[in-house]
């Protein structure tokens, strides 16, 4: 369960948001004053705090600046403002602040927010976990990197760092694509400027130009008040666009605007405001082959390509896997409670010898439930592989003479068993992604639109009630 604390000296608008977030299933907490807020954060470490900045002790920005540590790694805080008072709330952002609500705030504003907070410091304890198994130092010292590939891909980020030109990194879920965009970013001039992150699969359709270009008042039903997008967030620093291509074409036009000509309008106003943003971009797709399908423009393609970066595969620097097997029992001792010492040369050969279309991410999963099951030493019987094919390449399929036999050719049935197999992997995406399609999609590794086609294909909307 996500902890939140909500400092504010206004004891309402304090147990307002700590009841509305309580009822939404976050475990809150409060402080009335910046002092007591700033004990809580040491004691308990909340995931997020909404933080007003006008305190009778200690204000909100000295708040900020003592927990800045926390901030960029394990903490996000959301800035409760005054109503009117963009230009703090976009100097809080700056500091920092993952977002901020005004006073009056509107509750679904609050819940929406707050959940985006908490899945953004679940996104940074995993890039930070990611960091260590890469065995990345972003702080200048000397990088190393646990394959060749990876050296090749840490001479490519050292190259581009302190250039303008736009880079694409390329590569599959869960290969650390996030991992070198930040580590581009820290590698640069513009490395003490904001960092900011556009999950474009994650993000409502009728949302996204608001989310990246912000709004006036009024612009919209719904637009009670003035609201900066991750453009002017981002600006002097990096804008770090992850699965770009899941970006509906009808946005792309503002987008590359936006890009070719460093400049941006909230909707509902004519006024541009000119931004200085290093553009970042990933995918886990082929965006020329999305380009040939008209579902991504080539121009914007050419303008986010300048400089395209390509992430291995995990099963294609597998020197890598036992090194970060290894590593992951390490930090993963202590939050399961287990006292695993290492992993069995069997162990390490099973291993080597699966595929992982998860990459890292499913790596660290498969450690973690081995972890549970094991005695001091991770054996071979203890690691559980899903499709695991490397002892025999039919497994997958059962009986193969039975299944075979039910159809009028090996063809026929082959294409059987992978249409059944296809619609569980697209059952599992959606099941991981807790009903969330554009995510499901990237889990998936293709675009949402063609993601929506199998889930007709297979009539899995009845199935989960789409």
């Given amino acids: 369960m996500s902890s939140i604390l909500v400092i504010d000296d206004n004891i309402d608008v304090m147990n307002n948001v700590a009841d509305i977030l ?25 995931d997020c705090v909404i933080l007003d900045l006008r305190l009778p002790d200690i204000d909100g920005w000295e708040i900020m600046d003592k927990i800045e540590d926390k901030m960029n790694s394990s903490l996000e805080v959301v800035v409760i403002t005054a109503h009117g008072d963009v230009e703090s709330a976009v100097k809080a952002m700056k500091k920092g602040a993952y977002d901020f609500i005004e006073k009056p ?79 581009i970013h820290q590698r640069s001039d513009r490395a003490d400027k904001p960092f900011v992150t556009v999950d474009c699969g ?38 770090y666009l992850d699965e770009v291509g899941n970006l509906p074409i009808q946005h792309q036009r503002r987008l590359l605007r936006a890009v070719e000509q460093k400049t941006v309008s909230l909707l509902g106003s004519k006024e541009t405001q000119e931004v200085d943003v290093r553009i970042i971009s990933a995918t886990n797709v082929d965006l020329s082959e999305s380009v040939r399908q008209g579902e991504f423009r080539q121009d914007l393609f050419y303008r986010l390509s300048e400089f395209v970066i390509y992430i291995p595969p995990l099963r ?27 992993i069995s040369k069997d162990g390490i050969k099973k291993l080597m010898s699966y595929q992982w279309p998860g990459n890292i991410r499913e790596l660290r999963n498969v450690i973690r439930r081995s972890m549970l099951k094991a005695n001091e030493i991770i054996s071979k019987q203890d690691i559980d592989l899903i499709n695991d094919t490397s002892q025999d390449p039919l497994s997958c399929l059962g009986d193969i003479d039975r299944i075979a036999s039910d159809y009028d050719s090996y063809k026929e049935a082959l294409n059987q068993v992978n249409e059944k197999l296809d619609k569980k992997l697209v059952l599992k995406s959606i099941l991981e992604a807790n009903g969330n399609i554009s995510k499901a999609a990237r889990l998936y590794g293709i675009t949402r639109k063609n993601f929506y086609k199998k889930i007709d294909k297979y009539g899995i909307r009845k199935d989960i009630n789409l």
């Fill in 316 to 342: 294609k620097r597998p020197e890598a896997i036992p090194y970060l097997a290894k590593k992951f029992i390490e930090e993963e001792n202590q939050e399961l409670n287990t006292e695993i010492k290492d």
């Fill in 22 to 46: 309580s009822f939404e299933g976050y475990q809150t907490d409060k402080a009335s004053r910046g002092q007591e807020g700033l004990k809580k954060i040491d004691q308990n470490e909340p």
């Fill in 202 to 239: 994650a993000i409502p359709e009728n949302l996204i130009e608001s989310e990246l270009f912000g709004y006036e008042k009024g612009a919209f039903t719904g637009a009670h008040k003035k609201r900066c997008g991750k453009f002017v967030a981002a600006n002097q620093g990096s804008l």
């Fill in 105 to 183: 705030f509107d509750r679904d504003v609050l819940i929406i927010t707050v959940k985006r907070a908490v899945e953004s410091i679940q996104y940074k304890t995993e890039i930070r976990k990611l960091k260590k198994s890469f065995n990345l130092s972003i702080d200048g010292k000397e990088i190393i990197a646990k394959s060749d590939s990876m050296k090749e891909v840490i001479k490519q980020v050292d190259r581009v760092a302190n250039t303008a030109l736009s880079i694409l990194i390329q590569g599959e879920t869960g290969s650390g694509k996030e991992v070198v965009a930040n580590l």
